[in-house]
């Protein structure tokens, strides 16, 4: 790949654009702009937008998907940008003036988020250089083991990829080792109460006492020493920390494993990341780079990317329009107790307290939300009837998807559980020698959805390999517990009580 | 220029293919080949490996959508695209441009996709229509062909030659030399006819998911067809134990039930070839579908005969689809095997489900007749 560095043209472009950017408020990393050709461009973002990976077919699964799309004329990739420091965007060489001017706008938005957002606060910032470095470890066991094995282990563990703890980086999840050890010293001695006389000592703490004492902290020693000590959400982590891997294994599946939290916040904040850009494209380019002939070209663009499908939600559009609501709401103090009581609709569709708060408002919002609390905090009944959402569902009879429900609540709440944890099932890991044989137990928190069994059985031969010893997996199917359970050549099932 | 994911990119499409790391082999997903008839709106198949996680039921699920719409009414197939909830999202944008696909153009991605041969049309090509193509550009010829591009450009540049040209008062005058005109030729377009002749059993074991199946693959077959042929027709016959001819519609709606006389449809194919479609100046292609189940050995030997003698002579290409069907014997397909198989105008495939239409096209159509 040959990276071309920006022509004086794009390069003044660019100067312009960030001016802006800094203009507004915007607070970003330096942002390295590279140009690119179209099947350049399609192979950075197959790759995720690094220009290096780790040798795998799935790349050349996307790329297959993007350059198709792009041979058919049916989509372009618009912008692909990375988090990092510096910041690293793409543009496509092909693409006209006024479209390199939305782009950039559009990626100092996201380079802003990437900055300032909480949940990438833990992230590397030089993971463009940490890409290549797994590149090269991969591409050494390569050498070293053949490329069938290692790329049956890359698929086996990307089976695996969603099964991490979302929320880890911001918790302490497994307590200081020491303070537990201490803990577990004070409890070794049983004493019962404390008695005063001496020949009193049998009346006080008679012998089955004692013994019951003795064996309930004997219990709770035994608790602490299951593994995990409690449900574990991270079941990669557990897997690197407690199954008989390869070295050239545990090598591979940390890697992937940082990938994925890598990755994480970039689809913790898909709403308001690209809301954000796109706010700051459209406020940008609207207030001050558009000249009067790119005007029409800007809104065929800008409303290309805003379009909606029924069957799905667009971020740009829904994360745009929450943020101008909020600013909205904001400048003019549409919130607190005395907006939320008042039900005089005449009254609040004049209120109007001209407070102008809503540009602070939402740089504050975009420092401090996740998806989650983004659209649990501000989604508001106006805003689903304006945007119309609705919520839709399969219908067995008529073998199609229909339209089931307007009501804001149920909207609301479809919303929030597709982007709690990315919409996924949670599993946890329970115990790591089940029925003291060594066999790994999973569970399923069930949240009234099924798993997809044909999936799920594959996907527990999966973690199989990489455990070794016979896995289970509690679930429910249509209500009723069940226990699926693989051990290394046959699946079975049993029925269990929850 | 070669990029380093052509190396990912041929391995992705060897598993694709089937060639390497068969384990992988189930999880490879066509996406959907039909997409939607109305305004010929039709979505391009692009196979993905779907590797398996711990996921909920696509149906159970459903969602959070945006747009118009009463309670209960339908979204438009394609809506939902099926898929692992929200993938832990990369920073890539793609803008869905939404460009019409054309039949057309529709079935030059379908021979490319299946390396499909051009047709070898047979019989005289007949001289049907002249058409009028806009070949170049002329001094002369009519005020309503005038080329005001061209012509502003000639009167410009001489004005600019002759110094004649003011930028702050741009004024451009053609003159009579200056104009320019589009030129026409008038061109034979040579046409050659071609029917299609659907024949289908519904008899009772033929459910809805087969007759699914013939729909699918019947449009995929008529797309291709459209494609190398212009103006072609279609003839629809359903049969169980007696055939009728019936319009395109009955044809993919009817359930008949009883037994099944697979001759009694060769029959009135042939009797339809004979009226009206007088080989030689005639591409002919019938195609029936069937689960495999006949009435008798006998009928079956009276198809055969009648196939031998009447329709494999003056037809490009017979082709016969088995579809899978729980009460189906699946004999028929054996029998043609034995008895006509090695003709080389006869293709015989058999479709064990949706996702084996694909390899079904490529038996009909793969070889260029």
Known sequence: ??????????????????????????????????????????????????????????????YERLSKGYEYGLSKIYELVINNDPCYAYLLESNAEVDQK?????????????????????????????????????RRWVDKIGVEKVEDFIDRSLSLENLIDYHSPYIRRNPDPRR???????????????????????????????????????????????LPERPQRD????????????????????????????????????????????????????????????????????????GTRPGAINPYKLGLELFRDI?????????????????????????????????????????????VTFIDTFLTP???????????????????????????????????????????????????????RGELLLAHKHDGQDLKSDYARDTLKNVQTIWRRPVNLITKFEGKGLMLRYDGQNHSEKKVEL | MSLKIHQDHSRFKEIVRGKIKANLKKYVQKGEMIGKRGKDLISIPVPFIDVPHFKYGHKEQGGVGQGDGEIGQQLAPGAVQPGSGRQAGQGEGEHALEVDVSLDELAQILGEELQLPNIEHRGRERILTQKIKYTGINTTGPESLRHFKRTYKRALRRQIAMGA???????????????????????????????IIYMMDVSGSMGDEQK?????????????????????????????????????????????????????????????????????????YPFHFSDGDNWSADDTRNCVEMLRADVLPVVNQFAYGQVESPYGSGQFIKDLRETVGEMDNVALSEISDKDAIYQSIRDFLGRGK
């Open chain 2, 165 to 195: 040209y003011d930028p702050a008062v741009p004024v451009v005058i053609p003159m009579r030399e200056d104009r320019r005109y589009r030129s026409y030729k008038l061109q034979n377009v040579p046409e050659t006819n071609a029917v």
């Open chain 1, 180 to 226: 537990a050890e201490e803990e577990s010293k004070s409890n070794e001695r049983v004493e019962g109460f404390k008695v005063t006389r001496e020949y009193m000592r049998g009346f006080v703490n008679p012998k089955e006492f004692l013994e019951q004492q003795r064996r309930k902290v004997e219990e709770e020693k035994q608790k602490a020493k299951k």
């Open chain 1, 327 to 371: 600013e909205d709401r904001w400048d003019r103090g549409r919130f607190g107790k005395e907006w939320d009581e008042c039900d005089d609709l005449r009254a609040r569709r004049a209120w109007d307290r001209k407070l102008g708060q809503g540009r602070e408002k939402i740089f504050e919002v975009r420092k401090h939300y996740n998806d």
């Open chain 1, 102 to 138: 939305l782009v950039m706008a559009h990626v100092y938005g996201h380079c802003d988020f990437f900055k300032n957002n909480f949940f990438f606060a833990h992230t590397n910032r030089k993971m463009m250089d940490e890409m290549a470095n797994h590149a090269t470890r991969v």
């Open chain 1, 235 to 306: 079941v990669l982590l557990f897997l690197l920390e407690h199954s008989p891997l390869e070295p050239w294994e545990f090598d591979i599946l940390a890697l992937l494993r940082e990938e994925a939290y890598y990755f994480a916040p970039q689809g913790q904040t898909k709403i308001m990341n690209e809301g954000w850009a796109s706010y700051w494209h459209s406020t940008m380019m609207t207030k001050r780079a558009l000249k009067d002939q790119e005007i029409i070209d800007y809104a065929d663009h800008h409303s290309g990317t805003m």
């Open chain 2, 212 to 284: 699914e199946i013939v729909r699918i693959e019947s449009f995929w077959l008529d797309t291709w067809l459209r494609h190398q042929y212009k103006g072609i027709e279609c003839r629809y016959i359903i049969h169980d134990a007696v055939a009728r001819e019936v319009d395109r519609e009955t044809f993919f709606h009817t359930r008949e039930s009883g037994g099944t006389m697979i001759s009694s449809a060769y029959k009135l194919c042939r009797e339809i070839i004979k009226s009206d479609y007088p080989s030689g100046t005639w591409n002919i």
């Open chain 1, 382 to 436: 106006e805003f689903a009837l304006d945007q119309k959402l609705f919520v839709y569902g399969y219908n067995e009879k008529r073998n199609s998807w229909e339209i089931v429900d307007r009501e804001f609540r149920k909207v609301k709440n479809k919303l929030l559980l597709q982007l709690t944890n990315f919409g996924q099932p949670i599993i946890e890991v329970v115990d790591g020698n089940y029925e003291n």
């Open chain 1, 1 to 62: 790949m040959s990276p071309k560095s920006l022509n004086p043209r794009l390069q003044a472009l660019k100067t312009e654009i960030e001016g802006y950017a800094k203009e507004f408020g915007l607070d970003f990393f330096e942002t390295v702009f590279e140009v690119l050709s179209y099947d350049e461009l399609n192979m950075v973002a197959a790759y995720g937008g690094f220009p290096n990976r780790y040798p795998h077919w799935r790349w050349g699964m996307d």
